[in-house]
């Protein structure tokens, strides 16, 4: 069976990177990570402890994983990076860009989104500050195809956890990260036994 090339589009924020370290640690096949060279929007008014500037990319670095920045003024600068890379697989993790139906074309086995809510619900942005701000007793994760409408594709995986009275959001967010990375990682062993 050959392994096929996992594609991860990712941001500085803490979940992003908690996914990565832990699909790695699951031993999936990280070819390259993806991140933005500036931000695509600016959360005016929200408050984001979640962030760490560049931590993505020095986690990559510590794990010998090939990062690229993609320039966002640029429209194709992502498309033309995933054909170069002829990008099989493609997981997003809090990436702040909505794909292009050219660039979802891209992948061959198709192009997948991790969002951390349950779909249908706290669709779209900052999904963990809404989900804190309303007191969720119940939040989870959802692995879904990317289309073009957002956070609205075809669900191809979903867990949800109970918030314990006092937990944190650190610990919450280290339970959804595992949660999401061990989606990730059994939906690309499934694809990957799919003839090329």
Known sequence: MR?????????DTFFAQAVLRHLVRAGALVM???????????EVGFPVPQRQPHGL?????????PVETIDPTNPDSLCV???RLHAELLFSVCFPKVLTLDE???PTLGAY???????????????????????EQRMGVTLHRITRAIDQGPI?????????AGLSEAAVLADL????????????????????
């Open 3 to 11: 392994r096929r090339k996992l594609i991860f589009l990712g941001s």
């Open 32 to 42: 390259r990570v993806i991140i933005p060279s500036l931000s695509f929007h600016v």
């Open 57 to 65: 990319a020095a986690i990559c670095d510590s794990l010998g994983i």
């Open 81 to 83: 990076l995933l054909s």
């Open 104 to 106: 979802l074309q891209v």
């Open 113 to 135: 989104n991790l969002h951390p809510s349950l779909l249908p619900a706290y669709r779209g942005p900052m999904p963990l500050f809404w989900q804190f701000h309303a007191g």
């Open 156 to 164: 191809m995986a979903q867990q949800s956890i109970t918030v314990a």
């Open 177 to 196: 990260a595992q949660i999401g990375a061990r989606m990730i990682d059994e939906l690309a062993c499934t694809l990957q036994t799919m003839p090329a």
